[in-house]
């Protein structure tokens, strides 16, 4: 089982409820999904980067990813409705946790000056985004192979809707926010 998901079973959860006077199990905030997403934008001019993004994303999730289309044209961008712009993957249950503990244990370590996540990134629902400017930081990434750096975004969807809740619950996991 996943290291995290026991985690939050025995330790999280009784903290929780203590803290913040939950009187049933159900009610504490947990990680409901993990959004993972690649917005391509030179994928107007070269067909072969979203190839790539989406070879590089399936290997960080062990998902197959969703190409994402646009929605509507903008002639400034030369982009038309339903070009390729992108690709996403929403993460659930056991992956979902695996993916959080190496993001939180092995990636974000390994990034350049990193001094911690901030603790505002939170929107107002309760939910979390973070950015990464490059996927070499994955060690599962082979820097041979990479020909266009590409940042994501990653979206952590937590039931509940206070930010505090939430903020608690991340850094309970062992997320690694600035002072």
Same mark, same amino acid.
């Given at each position: $089982?996943?290291?995290?998901? +026991?985690? &939050?079973?025995?330790? *999280? *959860? %009784? @903290?929780? $409820?203590?803290? /913040?006077? &939950?009187?049933?199990?159900? =009610? ?7 959004? *993972? ?7 107007? @001019? ?5 190839? !790539? =993004? ?15 289309? =646009? ?21 659930? #249950?056991? $992956?979902? &946790? ?15 000056? /990193?001094?911690?996540?901030? %603790?505002? =990134?939170? +929107?107002?629902?309760?939910? &979390? ?10 060690? @599962?990434?082979?820097? !041979? ?5 590409? #940042? $994501? ?6 039931? #509940?809707?206070? !930010? ?8 309970? /996991?062992?997320? %690694?926010?600035?002072?």
């Amino acid at each position: $089982m996943a290291r995290l998901l +026991d985690l &939050y079973q025995q330790k *999280v *959860v %009784p @903290e929780l $409820m203590t803290k /913040f006077g &939950y009187k049933n199990k159900l =009610a504490v905030p947990r990680l409901s999904k993990i959004v *993972v997403n690649m917005g391509v934008g030179k994928a107007l @001019e070269n067909k072969k980067a979203i190839e !790539d =993004a989406v070879k590089h994303l399936s290997l960080i999730t062990g998902q197959k990813p969703l190409v994402t289309k =646009a929605r509507t044209s903008i002639a400034g961008f030369k982009l038309r409705k339903g070009n390729p712009i992108g690709c996403k993957v929403t993460l659930r #249950g056991r $992956m979902m &946790y695996e993916f959080f503990d190496r993001l939180i244990s092995i990636v974000l370590p390994r990034i350049k000056d /990193f001094r911690g996540l901030s %603790p505002k =990134a939170f +929107d107002g629902r309760g939910n &979390y985004t973070l950015g990464i400017s490059e996927q070499l930081v994955f060690p @599962e990434i082979n820097i !041979d192979d990479v020909e266009f750096v590409q #940042g $994501m975004d990653i979206t952590f969807v937590i039931t #509940g809707n206070k !930010d505090e809740h939430s903020f608690e619950l991340l850094k309970l /996991f062992g997320t %690694p926010f600035r002072p």
